[in-house]
């Protein structure tokens, strides 16, 4: 499922015009984005939980050329499943 589709079935089920529900997708998204810019967490119990991890920079390697080049620090968003979506999803 992608955005759209989500949309699309926001829409059918809830009975709501195209565009009322791509404004709750929209609000939902940008609370989550907002959420984890502050260096906040979203728990979505039987779901999984987000949060933001931080990694030091590193030297890489570029795959095309072999040359090393430095990789800045970085934020970056990080999903754990919840117990009952694993257990859903091996069921």
Known sequence: MNRSDLI???????NLKDK??????????K?????LKG?????????????VREYGA???KNPRT?????????KL????TGKELKARVNR
């Open 77 to 80: 968003p990080y999903f754990k």
């Open 58 to 60: 590193y030297a890489g």
């Open 31 to 35: 609370g989550f984005t907002n959420a």
């Open 39 to 51: 260096g906040g967490r979203i728990e979505i119990r039987g779901f999984g939980c987000f949060s």
């Open 8 to 14: 699309e079935a926001l829409a059918k089920r809830e």
């Open 20 to 29: 009322e529900a791509l404004e709750i997708v929209n609000i939902v998204f």
């Open 66 to 74: 072999g040359k090393k080049v430095h990789v800045e620090e970085k």
